[in-house]
Structures are given as C-alpha cells and as structure tokens.
C-alpha cells in the first residue's frame, strides 16, 4: 500500500495513532501514512487537538483533592462495609433479629388470630373511651411491658428524631391531658406531649444520672426527672407511671444481666456461665487483644476528655475490626469499644447529626452502659457522655440533613 | 499522643489492596491519593460539572472499596478504578439528576478562578491558551456519547479494551465510535474558526 492507494479507514488509522493495531495491520496502515501527507495531517490535528484538551482540563487545587480524600475516607468509614461485604447492618438491626431467632415463631394462623383479637381490643377501647369510660390501664401497656424498658426508649428517640426533622417544638404542640384519657406511660412524648423535646432530653438526663448508681439503690427508685416534668398530670397518671417504672427497672436490670451474661458466654471468655453467680463487685480485666490495640493507637482504657479527635478517628477502624472478629472477650471490652466508636461517630457526625447518627451514637452509649456490668468507671463515663449528647441535642433548634 | 499516620507512598498497588483487604482500612486513603486527580478530571469531563463529579468520584471510591476484593492481584490499581469513574459518571447522566454544564466563565470547584483562567497556564503562549479554548467549545458540542469515549480515551488514557469493558461494547464498536468521536471534534473545530475567526 502507498500513497496513491485508497485512504485507510479512518477506525484504523486512529487505532494506528493509539498503537491498537495488530502488527500485521500496524506495518501496512503505517506504509500508508508514512507516503500520504492527508493522513499524517489528520492524525497531527487529532492528536494536537486531545493534547490541548487533555492540558486544558480543569483540574482544581490541591486542597480540593486533600478534601475530596478526606470526604472519601470519611464516607468509606461511615458506610460500615468491609470489601467483599455489603454494607454491614445496623447492630441494632442485628440485635433485634438475634432475639427474633430466638422467640419461638408463631404458625401464620396464629399470628392472624392475635391480630384479629388486638384489632378487637383496639375497637372496643376506642368505644369506651368515646362513652367516657375511666381507664386504669391503657390498652398499650401490654406492648410496653412486652417490649422492655430497651423499645420506649428507641420509641422516644424515635419521636424526638421525627419531631427534630419536622422541626416541631413549639408549646403548641404539646397535647392536653384530659382525666379520661389514657394513663400516659413513662418515656411515652406521645401521652406526655409531643412537643417538649427538651424537657424529654433532661427527662432522660435525669435517669441516665439515676441509673449511674449502684443498681441495688436505682432499681428502686422511681424515675424522679419523668414525674417532675409531668407535676400537671394527674395524680392518677402518675400512679400508673410509678409503677411501671418500678416494673421497667426491675426488667431493665435483668435484661441487663441476662444480656452482659449471654455476650460473655459468647466470647467463650473464662468465666461464669450466665447462670452461675458472679462476685457482686469483681471487675474483669481487659482482654490482651483491646489492651495491645489500644496501647498501639495511645488511648487509654475508658475514653476520657484527654483523647483528641484524631486519636478516635484513627482507632476506629481497627477497633471496629477487633469487635467485628470477636476481639472483645468480655463485656466490659465491648462496653470500651462502643464507647469509642460512639466518639468516633459523635466526632464525625459534628454539631449537626443527621437522625441516623443520633441513633447511632445513642445506641452505641447505652450498649456500653448496659454491657459496662460492674465496671463503674465505663458505666460513669458511658452514662455522662450519653447525658451530655442528649443536652447537646436540647440544645440544638433544628436538624440538619445529612452531609454529603 | 496521637500515632502519625504510616507512610504507605512506597507500597504498591497490590500491598494497598492486600492491606485494605485484610482490615487496615486506612490504608485506602492512600489508594484514593493516588489516584483522585484522574479520578476527578474523568469524572469532571463526562458530568461537565464540578458539582457532579464531585458526588460521582466520591461514590466511585465507595463502590470501589467494597469491591476492592474482586481487584485483580498485580493490575494497576488505576485503570481499575477509572472504569468505575466511568460507569458511575454514565449512571450519573442517565439519571436525570445532573446539574447543567459548567460554562467555560463560571467559578471554579473552590471557588476559585473560573476555567477559562484555569486552564490557562500563566507562562504559556496566547495562541496556545486561544487554541485549548476553542478545543473545550468544540468539545462542549459534541454528544454524549462522543465526550464520554473521548473524555475516557483522552483524560483516563483507556486502552480499547478497557473502553469496551467499561461500557459494554465490543471492541470493533470502540473503534468506530472513537473514530467518528474524533471526526465531530475536528468538524467543531472547523465551524468554530469559521464563525469566530478572531478568537485565534
């Protein structure tokens, strides 16, 4: 082929200029061009036109790509997936199938029937409540009482969330409590009044504090905080409310045992079976694995105000790990990991959190007061930062979206 | 008291991979160092905005952190992850959701100069900033399909077969694609010195 022969396609000859010809092709497209000016001009124009495009690309400054990088980082650490995973799901999420499991599954029919007979309850409550019936007890302090202390509390961040994004908090908001309405349950923002967010936040503060002592001292105590906030109740409320506090609290400090028992048996640690008693007052020590992470990264055994940020955010993929793999042999190691990783999301979530990240970091707070067991110091330390995130959040007029 | 983060600039692609893989999970970071500038100006050319390319390479490095196990051992990490610019800068422009193109005047990602300052390098030659102006117009003119080959061939240096890969054609259609991507910017170029003969 030369110059006087037809002109090659023009798939090939660009193919030739990228050098993804075979060289049997290459060799002759290249005898072509070498003779044919046409054809070496339209490859200098190409080729002179990409390399002004490519130069002329708006590439920003570096400080937008160590942004990019850090936003990046951020987004992979808070998506909560491994490679080769999908992202990891909610403990929480995991938790309530766990006990899903472990409940005894009910045919169809008989799911069919309990709801038929709750469908009936809820008529014939809503009958007598318009005929002026005096309730003792409403009808939903069976699903309370079913559901432990654990579900009013998700039921009230719930609402408080909800009530952030809409953004409702005004006094108008709050619902009057008529005689014949029902008792209003302990935790409840919808029978106490939707529109008190704040006052529900030291509600809880208050507790939190309460249940910062020593269990055999709060287990009998009343929620002080809940009735103080709600003196314009009735008398009759709030003998209903006493009681199921003392009902929750008895159920809360079970469950707690049960769950630190159940966790600890898991992590095939030496010690107690959940069944056996345990030494009221006895610590456990940190397993080797925490210890040796923590010491890699400078923290100390129970985060206090002195770790920095940075130190947090470093740590937590590892510790992560650790608790994903089973590093945490005890409760008390799991109860420090949850404490951290609830920093680590309270410091990316920043001043603004997003309802996902105040469910988050509450849930890894009360899990590592729940699991803190005899540990006081982590119990204190878990109970006021989940006590000073909840102020922080009453303080805050408004939710944010979430960022970017 | 705070660890300094590991220099990891020495390892390679496959190191990074094995390291991420196995855990260390900031060892990504230096994976996304790597390769963010190409990753961006990829992603920046398909969308044809800042703000665009800004979510689709951020998305991309999610996406390619929980696929980073199906990673070939002793690949370029890059070309790896440029295809998933790609895919995810098409996806991006296909949902509907994209914002309208930059225009050559408008500020920069920072807020900073507009383009058509940026692309300028101060030391270089009138003529020369004229004509990368007039190769971003014509650009700006083409199709869809004709920016995305382009923009993969030219700013993400694609091999034929990796194009094909990343958008699922065969390699013949790369070819005639490419070709006639090629053509329409030289026919743009054209039209544009006959209408504004003076901007060069």
Same mark, same amino acid.
């Given at each position: 082929?030369?110059?006087?022969?037809?002109?090659?396609?023009?798939?090939?000859?660009?193919?030739?200029?990228?050098?993804?010809?075979?060289?049997?092709?290459?060799?002759?497209?290249?005898?072509?061009?070498?003779?044919?000016?046409?054809?070496?001009?339209?490859?200098?124009?190409?080729?002179?036109?990409?390399?002004?495009?490519?130069?002329?690309?708006?590439?920003?400054?570096?400080?937008?790509?160590?942004?990019?990088?850090?936003?990046?980082?951020?987004?992979?650490?808070?998506?909560?997936?491994?490679?080769?995973?999908?992202?990891?799901?909610?403990?929480?999420?995991?938790?309530?199938?766990?006990?899903?499991?472990?409940?005894?599954?009910?045919?169809?029919?008989?799911?069919?029937?309990?709801?038929?007979?709750?469908?009936?309850?809820?008529?014939?409550?809503?009958?007598?409540?318009?005929? #002026?019936?005096?309730?003792?007890?409403?009808?939903?302090?069976?699903?309370?009482?079913?559901?432990?202390?654990?579900?009013?509390?998700?039921?009230?961040?719930?609402?408080?969330?909800?009530?952030?994004?809409?953004?409702?908090?005004?006094?108008?908001?709050? /619902?009057?409590?008529?005689?014949?309405?029902?008792?209003?349950?302990?935790?409840?923002?919808?029978?106490?009044?939707?529109?008190? /967010?704040?006052?529900?936040?030291?509600?809880?503060?208050?507790?939190?504090?309460?249940?910062?002592?020593?269990?055999?001292?709060?287990?009998?105590?009343?929620?002080? #905080?809940?009735?103080?906030?709600?003196?314009?109740?009735?008398?009759?409320?709030?003998?209903?409310?006493?009681?199921?506090?003392?009902?929750?609290?008895?159920?809360?400090?079970?469950?707690?045992?049960?769950?630190?028992?159940?966790?600890?048996?898991?992590?095939?640690?030496?010690?107690?079976?959940?069944?056996?008693?345990?030494?009221?007052?006895?610590?456990?020590?940190? #397993?080797?694995?925490?210890?040796?992470?923590?010491? /890699?990264?400078?923290?100390?055994?129970?985060?206090?105000?002195?770790?920095?940020?940075?130190?947090?955010?470093?740590?937590?993929?590892?510790?992560?790990?650790?608790?994903?793999?089973?590093?945490?042999?005890?409760?008390?190691?799991?109860?420090?990991?949850?404490?951290?990783?609830?920093?680590?999301?309270?410091?990316?979530?920043?001043?603004?959190?997003?309802?996902?990240?105040?469910?988050?970091?509450?849930?890894?707070?009360?899990?590592?007061?729940?699991?803190?067991?005899?540990?006081?110091?982590?119990?204190?330390?878990?109970?006021?930062?989940?006590?000073?995130?909840?102020?922080?959040?009453?303080?805050?007029?408004?939710?944010?979206?979430?960022?970017? | 008291?705070?660890?300094?983060?590991?220099?990891?600039? *020495?390892?390679?692609?496959?190191?990074?991979?094995?390291?991420?893989?196995?855990?260390?999970?900031?060892?990504?970071?230096?994976? =996304?160092?790597?390769?963010?500038?190409?990753?961006?100006?990829?992603?920046?050319?398909?969308?044809?905005?800042?703000?665009?390319? *800004?979510? =689709?390479?951020?998305?991309?490095?999610?996406?390619?952190?929980?696929?980073?196990?199906?990673?070939?051992?002793?690949?370029?990490?890059?070309?790896?992850?440029?295809?998933?610019?790609?895919?995810?800068?098409?996806?991006?422009?296909?949902?509907?959701?994209?914002?309208?193109?930059?225009?050559?005047?408008?500020?920069?990602?920072?807020?900073?100069?507009?383009?058509?300052?940026?692309?300028?390098?101060?030391?270089?030659?009138?003529?020369?900033?004229?004509?990368?102006?007039?190769?971003?117009?014509?650009?700006?003119?083409?199709?869809?399909?004709?920016?995305?080959?382009?923009?993969?061939?030219? *700013?993400? *240096?694609?091999?034929?077969?990796?194009?094909?890969?990343?958008?699922?054609?065969?390699?013949?259609?790369?070819?005639?694609?490419?070709?006639?991507?090629?053509?329409?910017?030289?026919?743009?170029?054209?039209?544009?010195?006959?209408?504004?003969?003076?901007?060069?």
């Amino acid at each position: 082929m030369n110059a006087n022969q037809p002109h090659p396609l023009r798939e090939e000859l660009f193919a030739y200029r990228d050098g993804e010809l075979k060289p049997d092709r290459r060799v002759v497209i290249e005898a072509h061009v070498l003779g044919c000016h046409a054809c070496r001009e339209l490859i200098d124009d190409v080729s002179r036109m990409e390399a002004d495009l490519g130069a002329g690309a708006p590439a920003p400054k570096e400080a937008y790509f160590e942004r990019l990088s850090e936003h990046v980082m951020t987004k992979v650490l808070a998506a909560d997936t491994a490679p080769g995973h999908e992202r990891r799901r909610p403990a929480a999420e995991v938790e309530w199938e766990e006990k899903q499991a472990l409940k005894p599954k009910l045919p169809w029919f008989a799911l069919a029937s309990t709801m038929s007979a709750a469908a009936a309850v809820i008529v014939v409550g809503v009958l007598l409540v318009r005929e #002026g019936a005096v309730w003792r007890r409403p009808p939903s302090v069976a699903v309370l009482e079913r559901s432990a202390p654990d579900a009013a509390r998700s039921r009230s961040d719930a609402d408080s969330a909800r009530r952030r994004v809409r953004g409702i908090g005004g006094k108008d908001e709050n /619902r009057a409590v008529s005689p014949t309405a029902p008792v209003p349950l302990p935790n409840s923002k919808v029978a106490v009044g939707a529109g008190e /967010r704040k006052a529900d936040v030291r509600s809880e503060t208050d507790k939190l504090k309460k249940s910062n002592e020593p269990v055999a001292s709060g287990s009998a105590t009343a929620p002080e #905080g809940g009735v103080q906030e709600k003196e314009e109740v009735v008398p009759q409320q709030q003998a209903g409310e006493e009681a199921l506090n003392k009902e929750s609290a008895a159920r809360d400090k079970s469950l707690s045992s049960r769950e630190s028992g159940d966790l600890a048996a898991r992590a095939a640690a030496p010690q107690a079976s959940p069944g056996l008693s345990r030494a009221e007052n006895a610590v456990e020590p940190m #397993g080797a694995a925490l210890k040796s992470l923590l010491d /890699r990264y400078g923290l100390p055994p129970v985060w206090g105000p002195g770790v920095s940020d940075d130190q947090v955010l470093q740590a937590e993929p590892a510790l992560r790990n650790l608790y994903r793999v089973g590093g945490a042999v005890t409760a008390p190691d799991s109860a420090r990991v949850r404490l951290y990783l609830a920093e680590a999301s309270r410091v990316r979530a920043g001043a603004t959190p997003d309802s996902a990240a105040v469910d988050e970091i509450a849930h890894h707070y009360r899990r590592a007061i729940r699991l803190a067991g005899n540990d006081a110091e982590i119990r204190r330390v878990a109970v006021e930062r989940l006590a000073d995130f909840l102020t922080e959040l009453g303080d805050e007029p408004a939710l944010h979206s979430p960022q970017r | 008291m705070t660890p300094p983060r590991p220099d990891r600039s *020495d390892l390679t692609d496959d190191e990074l991979v094995r390291l991420v893989c196995g855990g260390e999970t900031d060892a990504f970071a230096e994976i =996304v160092r790597r390769t963010r500038r190409s990753a961006y100006l990829l992603a920046r050319r398909i969308t044809r905005n800042h703000e665009d390319a *800004d979510d =689709v390479v951020q998305d991309s490095y999610v996406k390619a952190f929980r696929a980073l196990d199906r990673f070939t051992p002793g690949a370029a990490i890059a070309p790896w992850l440029l295809t998933i610019v790609a895919r995810t800068a098409l996806s991006s422009l296909r949902s509907g959701k994209r914002r309208a193109a930059s225009a050559l005047d408008d500020p920069g990602p920072d807020g900073g100069a507009p383009l058509s300052e940026r692309i300028a390098d101060p030391a270089s030659d009138p003529e020369i900033l004229a004509r990368r102006l007039e190769v971003e117009r014509a650009f700006a003119r083409l199709s869809e399909e004709h920016r995305v080959i382009l923009a993969m061939r030219v *700013d993400g *240096d694609f091999s034929y077969a990796s194009i094909a890969e990343a958008l699922e054609i065969p390699i013949g259609t790369v070819m005639s694609r490419l070709a006639r991507a090629r053509e329409a910017l030289v026919e743009q170029m054209g039209k544009l010195r006959k209408v504004v003969p003076d901007e060069r």
